[in-house]
């Protein structure tokens, strides 16, 4: 794939700035504050990727499924980084609850 449909896509991507509005901020107690997620869902079904092949897009739909992909992996590190997060504050509260029993 030549650089053209790339540098057609990013440089449309970049402009529109629409990764903004498919970022979901999360407040619930079980996640951490301030984190992001993008909305995969929503995100494919406004893209459309099957009508891309019938497009000018087309020579671009595997770097815009490439994309998706990498949200995800975003998505997934996001959950994780959180998932340990959560698991550290809890295990601080135990420790901190178990240091004061043995003073006693």
């Known amino acids: 794939m030549g650089t053209g449909p790339f540098k057609e896509l990013?440089?449309?991507?970049?402009?529109?700035?629409?990764?903004g509005s498919y970022q979901h901020q999360f407040t619930e107690d079980f996640f951490a504050k301030n984190m992001y997620l993008f909305d995969l869902k929503q995100l494919?079904?406004?893209l459309n990727l099957g009508a891309w092949d019938c497009s000018d897009w087309r020579t671009s739909k595997e770097i815009a499924e490439?994309?998706?992909r990498f949200?995800?992996?975003?998505?997934?590190?996001?959950?994780?980084?959180?998932?340990?997060?959560?698991?550290?504050?809890e295990l601080i509260a135990v420790l901190a609850v178990y240091h004061d029993d043995v003073r006693i």
């Open 10 to 19: 990013s440089q449309y991507l970049v402009e529109s700035k629409f990764l």
């Open 44 to 46: 494919r079904a406004d």
């Open 66 to 68: 490439t994309m998706l």
């Open 71 to 89: 949200l995800q992996d975003a998505n997934a590190v996001m959950l994780l980084s959180s998932s340990k997060l959560s698991a550290l504050k």
